[in-house]
């Protein structure tokens, strides 16, 4: 419990977490269970190329996303390269620009040109206003993003690409096990693309999968997944290898076994929060409408200056600090990243909101390695910190130079660049 801003760790007190608590750390598949699969893969001799462990993890997919189609990849930058050259894309297609890399390298890795959009304030997702007016002759689908598993506005979305006669896709990576009126992510659009790295709430430790109800497209993204093979005489497409391994889908299924449980321990984690955080001037805790169910994997909250005295960074800074490992996903922003800042064709419009987000938005810690206990000495230190923000930040521009990080901190936080 910090009683003075100098019990702060930033200003030398001792840190909250010894061990920090941060996001995305991975949630612990069953040891057990994971051995005797891997025994099992083991004993079979098929360790890749389509052996039962994957199609059991496709049709666990399947399930959960309630489509026709799961094609199991390797990683998900690979199921949206596969979903983007399965739909035969070429030229632009728009993409949100408040998303993880990934989404716009991995059109880019195919030859496409990621054109981006601005979100809605609220949902963080892609503003229809903003996708129409990247439209242009070179435009060849719409790649909406469900960020932090909250649901693109699709009927929107849907209508604008049945106008413009163009595939609606979707990232997917966010939201596994996440629904909007009664119907699952993974059957939206034309496609969807997921990821099941160790940091997602479903997990292969590297691994993704693209659904469809689309009996010919599901078939085009398994031909390119295996070097565009038919038979063993013909290769009919410029294929790769997208394959996921028989270990990755033994994670998959393990992982499957607890996904409820991850799904509820983060829900009640997000409850925590909302309960630690209510009352907080200038800390806005991002919720879900009460059609949308999540999966509450990221716990999301904007910081509005103004209101609660000092930046989204100064406040990273101070939790760091602490050992409390929040983030700042996804600064700089697609359209500020090297490969594609500077280029007029991604910049057809302006991207205000976006902006904005990137500096106010945060993410706090959850995952099942995260406590009740834990949660409560978060927000009573987010609390602290906002409560005493003058005096924060009179101290810390006596002190700029000898701010402290925590010893563990991968990130240098030393100093805080938008000091007022
Ligand atoms: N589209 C979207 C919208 C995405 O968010 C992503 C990926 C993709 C597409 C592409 O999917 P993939 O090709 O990755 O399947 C993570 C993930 O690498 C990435 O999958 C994810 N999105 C992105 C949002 O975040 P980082 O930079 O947050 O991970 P890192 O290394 O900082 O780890 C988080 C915390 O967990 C750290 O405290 C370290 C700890 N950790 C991490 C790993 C991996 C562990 O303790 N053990 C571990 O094994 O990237």
């Given at each position: 419990m910090k009683r003075h801003v100098r019990d702060l760790a930033i200003f030398g007190g001792s840190a909250l977490f010894r061990n920090p608590r941060a996001v995305g750390r991975p949630n612990q598949l069953d040891r057990q269970a994971f051995l005797r699969r891997i025994s099992d893969v083991l004993d079979s001799g098929q360790l890749t190329n389509d052996g039962p462990q994957v199609r059991s993890f496709e049709s666990m997919v399947r399930r959960v996303a309630g489509t026709r189609h799961a094609i199991a990849v390797c990683n998900g930058t690979m199921a949206l390269q596969i979903m983007a050259m399965a739909c035969g894309l070429t030229g632009e297609v728009i993409v949100p620009a408040?998303?993880?890399i990934a989404t716009a390298h991995a059109l880019k890795w195919v030859g496409l040109t990621p054109v981006f959009a601005d979100v809605d304030r609220h949902t963080h997702t892609l503003n229809a206003d903003s996708v129409e007016a990247c439209i242009s002759p070179q435009t060849s689908a719409i790649l909406g993003v469900h960020l932090w598993g909250n649901p693109c506005d699709t009927d929107q979305l849907r209508d604008l690409a049945h106008r413009h006669k163009l595939p609606l896709l979707f990232d997917a990576s966010h939201a596994f096990g996440c629904q909007t009126r009664g119907v699952r992510i993974?059957?939206?659009?034309?496609a969807e693309a997921f990821s099941f790295h160790a940091?997602?709430?479903?997990?292969?430790v590297e691994g993704g999968a693209i659904t469809t109800n689309d009996d010919q497209l599901a078939e085009r993204c398994r031909r390119l997944r295996n070097f565009g093979i038919t038979s063993l005489t013909e290769i009919s497409a410029l294929g790769t290898n997208g394959k996921m391994s028989e270990i990755a889908a033994a994670a998959g299924l393990t992982s499957f076994e607890s996904f409820q449980d991850v799904v509820g321990s983060n829900q009640r984690n997000y409850d925590q929060y909302q309960i630690g955080t209510s009352?907080?001037?200038?800390l806005e805790m991002m919720r879900l409408t009460a059609d949308q169910f999540g999966n509450a994997q990221y716990i999301v909250a904007h910081v509005v200056e103004s209101d609660f005295g000092m930046s989204r960074n100064e406040l990273l800074a101070i939790l760091r600090a602490d050992g409390?490992?929040?983030?700042?996903?996804?600064?700089?922003g697609c359209h500020n990243a090297i490969p594609y800042s500077g280029k007029a064709a991604h910049h057809r419009t302006e991207l205000p909101v976006t902006d904005q987000l990137l500096t106010e938005v945060v993410q706090f810690p959850t995952g099942t390695g995260v406590e009740a206990n834990d949660i409560t000495a978060i927000t009573d230190l987010v609390r602290f910190a906002q409560r005493n923000s003058t005096e924060v930040r009179s101290l810390r521009a006596a002190q700029n130079t000898q701010l402290r990080s925590h010893p563990n901190d991968p990130v240098v936080v030393s100093t805080m660049p938008d000091a007022a």
């Open positions: 408040m998303t993880f993974g059957g939206l659009g034309d940091t997602k709430v479903l997990q292969a009352g907080i001037p200038g409390v490992f929040a983030r700042s996903y996804f600064e700089p």
